[in-house]
C-alpha cells in the first residue's frame, strides 16, 4: 500500500471519529437535560412509581416508607433522574445512532432498520406498563401477605419498605421486562441477515423455555409472581418472533422468485 492509499483511509476514518463524537455530545446534551428535569420532579416521579404499592396496601394512608442513612433518599432521587433522563432522552440517542449508521446503509437498509428501531420503545414500554399495572401490584401483595399480625404466642411483623429498596425493586422488573420485550427485535434483525430461520427457531422452543424461565429468576426476585409474569410474556414474543421470521422468509423467497423470473426474460 503506498503513502497516498494510508493518507486517503486514514482521512475517512478521522471523519468517522469527528462524526461519532459530535453524535455522542448530543446524546449525552439530551441525557443531561433529561437528568436534570427529571431530578427536580423526582418526588413526584418517586410517588407515581409508588402506586403499584399503594395498589396493593388498598390506601395511601397506609403506605410508609423509611430511609436509614441520611443520604439514602438524596441518592434515591438521583437514580429517580437518570432513570426518567434515559427514558426522556432515548428518541434523541436512538436518532442519534440512526444518523451516525444510516449514511454507511443502503437505501433498502436503511427502510429495513427504521423500522426496528422504532418498535424498540414501544416494547420496552409495554413490558414496563405491564410491571407497573399488573406485575408489581401482584408481587407488593405477595410480599404483604407475609405480614402477622401478632398475638398470643406470635410476634407482629410488619413490612415497612425502605425507599431505595422499593425503588431498586421497580427499577429492576421494568428494565428486565423491557430488555426481554426486545426479544421479537432481536430474533427478527438475525432473521433479516440469516442467522436465525423460523424452523431452527421451533425446533430450539423447548431450549427457549427452559432458558426463558431460567432468565426470569436471574433478572426478577425470588418469588414465583414475577418469574412467571415475565417467562410467559417472552415465551408469547418467542412464538411472535416465529411468525415474523417466517413473513421476511417468505418476502425474501418472493424477491428471489421475482428476481429470477425476470433474469428468464
Known amino acids: 500500500m503506498s503513502q497516498d492509499d494510508i493518507e486517503a483511509s486514514r482521512?475517512?476514518?478521522i471523519e468517522h471519529l469527528i462524526e461519532l463524537r459530535r453524535r455522542l455530545l448530543y446524546s449525552v446534551i439530551a441525557l443531561a437535560i433529561g437528568f436534570v428535569f427529571c431530578f427536580f420532579f423526582a418526588a413526584d416521579i418517586f410517588n407515581i412509581?409508588?402506586?403499584p404499592y399503594e395498589w396493593a396496601v388498598g390506601s395511601v394512608k397506609d403506605l410508609e416508607l423509611i430511609y436509614t442513612a441520611p443520604q439514602e433518599y438524596f441518592f434515591t432521587q438521583l437514580k429517580i433522574a437518570l432513570f426518567g433522563g434515559l427514558f426522556l432522552s432515548f428518541p434523541v440517542i436512538a436518532s442519534q445512532i440512526y444518523m451516525f449508521v444510516a449514511p454507511g446503509l443502503y437505501k433498502n437498509e436503511r427502510g429495513a432498520f427504521l423500522p426496528f428501531l422504532v418498535a424498540t420503545p414501544i416494547l420496552f414500554l409495554a413490558g414496563a406498563s405491564l410491571v407497573y399495572f399488573i406485575t408489581m401490584p401482584l408481587v407488593m401483595e405477595f410480599f404483604l401477605s407475609m405480614e402477622q399480625a401478632g398475638g398470643e404466642g406470635q410476634a407482629r411483623i410488619q413490612?415497612?419498605?425502605r425507599v431505595s429498596?422499593?425503588?431498586g425493586l421497580i427499577m429492576t422488573l421494568i428494565f428486565a421486562f423491557g430488555l426481554c420485550f426486545q426479544l421479537p427485535v432481536l430474533l427478527t434483525l438475525l432473521g433479516r441477515v440469516g442467522l436465525a430461520t423460523s424452523e431452527g427457531l421451533k425446533t430450539k422452543r423447548k431450549y427457549a423455555i427452559v432458558i426463558t424461565?431460567?432468565?426470569a429468576a436471574f433478572l426478577t426476585p425470588p418469588d414465583p409472581i414475577s418469574q412467571i409474569g415475565l417467562a410467559l410474556p417472552t415465551l408469547l414474543l418467542y412464538e411472535i418472533s416465529i411468525i415474523s421470521v417466517r413473513m421476511i422468509e417468505?418476502?425474501?423467497l418472493q424477491a428471489e422468485a421475482e428476481a429470477e423470473a425476470e433474469?428468464?426474460?
Do not use: G
Open 250 to 252: 417468505r418476502k425474501r
Open 213 to 215: 424461565f431460567a432468565v
Open 165 to 167: 429498596e422499593y425503588l
Open 263 to 265: 433474469a428468464a426474460e
Open 49 to 51: 412509581l409508588l402506586k
Open 11 to 13: 482521512a475517512p476514518l
Open 159 to 161: 413490612l415497612v419498605a
